[in-house]
């Protein structure tokens, strides 16, 4: 069974998706909001069983995002993390490449 969170490999993937779906600057209601857009993403773009929803639904609750904006307000920077960890070796590996390409 697989759990959508940030360890799952398609973690950034859900990310985006979901940001696609919540209009920017909408405000949070401190958990009023329902799920709606976490539960389609996962259904419409992964394929998720209804017990894999509802197992991601109750992780995401238990770590302090009980609704879709929360989502991603609180579990977004791993996305950033995640991305900041490429972007750094991106770099070091361009800055290996200009000291191999200067030597030739």
């Not at 985006?16 to 909408?26: H, I, Q, T, V």
């Not at 773009?45 to 109750?58: H, K, Q, V, Y």
């Not at 490429?86 to 490449?97: G, H, P, Q, T, V």
Request: proline residues 7%; hydrophobic residues 40%.
């Amino acid at each position: 069974m697989q759990l959508m969170n940030p360890e799952h490999p398609k973690w950034t993937e859900f990310y985006k998706s979901l940001s696609r779906m919540w209009p920017e600057g909408l405000p949070c209601m401190d958990g009023e909001h329902i799920m709606n857009a976490v539960e389609v993403t996962l259904i419409d773009d992964f394929g998720f069983t209804p017990e894999e929803i509802t197992a991601s639904l109750e992780w995401f609750k238990s770590h302090g995002a009980p609704c879709d904006c929360q989502v991603l307000m609180k579990l977004g920077p791993a996305v950033m993390e995640s991305l900041g960890g490429i972007m750094a070796w991106l770099s070091k590996l361009n800055a290996r490449l200009d000291i191999v390409e200067k030597e030739s």
